[in-house]
């Protein structure tokens, strides 16, 4: 089973707004990450939480983790078009040598 | 190479036939991945690859898949006697040995079995 759940699955917003998506998982982890994907290829690394950080910001990204509910929160603020993607946590547990599980995954669309 | 490189980028199969897949992850890289996508559909993982140890093969949803990794280099994942349900996107990535480490995609194979 997946071990992170996206929620929700799909979300449509305004350019301008604010998009939150959230994450929950399983086991404990040594970090969390965000990542996002365009057009069903590869995907790319957005920003990593260690366990015992709870919130961590990178340009107009904020992601927050509550290690007690074993859930991430990733928001977007001041939306662009551009950003529409999905976009994908990832748990690193380290009991499974550090290996990444993903889960579904939020897809997120933007309109100018 | 600067990045995680798949070849090839887009694969047609007839149904029965097999296929090879193959990725070649960024130099010094000890932790290998491969994910599967479907259409609109997140990532399945398929088998882990870290250093010297026994790879993780949990993810292989039946026999007809198997993957190597060459040492600390190239890996690659073989489909036998393809069906039309192993259409999907192929995702290989590589990440730094260790913890707290972020994983570089490649740009995938699209497996079309026609």
């Known amino acids: 089973s997946q071990q992170g759940e996206e929620d929700p699955q799909a979300l449509s917003i305004q350019e301008g707004e604010n998009a939150t998506m959230n994450c929950s998982y399983k086991?404990?982890?040594?970090?969390l990450q965000w990542y996002r994907q365009n057009s069903g290829r590869g995907l790319v690394h957005l920003i990593l939480?260690?366990?015992?950080?709870r919130e961590k910001h990178s340009g107009r990204l904020r992601v927050t983790l509550d290690t007690s509910k074993k859930s991430s929160s990733l928001l977007i603020t001041a939306s662009r078009a551009a950003d529409t993607a999905s976009y994908f946590c990832?748990?690193?547990?380290?009991?499974?040598?550090?290996?990444?599980?993903f889960g579904g995954g939020t897809r997120l669309m933007v309109k100018p | 190479g600067a990045g995680v490189s798949q070849s090839p980028s887009n694969k047609v199969t007839e149904k029965g036939k097999d296929v090879e897949l193959r990725c070649d992850p960024i130099s010094g890289h000890t932790a290998l991945y491969w994910y599967r996508q479907r259409l609109g559909q997140g990532l399945e993982f398929l088998i882990y690859f870290q250093g010297n140890s026994a790879p993780d093969k949990s993810g292989l949803p039946s026999d007809r898949f198997s993957a190597e990794r060459t040492g600390e280099s190239v890996s690659t994942l073989t489909i036998q006697r393809t069906q039309q349900e192993d259409s999907a996107v192929y995702l290989c990535a590589s990440s730094l040995r260790g913890r707290n480490t972020e994983a570089f995609f490649g740009q995938g194979t699209r497996l079309t079995v026609v």
């Open positions: 086991t404990s982890i040594n970090n």
């Open positions: 939480i260690r366990s015992n950080e």
């Open positions: 990832a748990t690193d547990d380290g009991n499974a040598g550090n290996m990444l599980t």
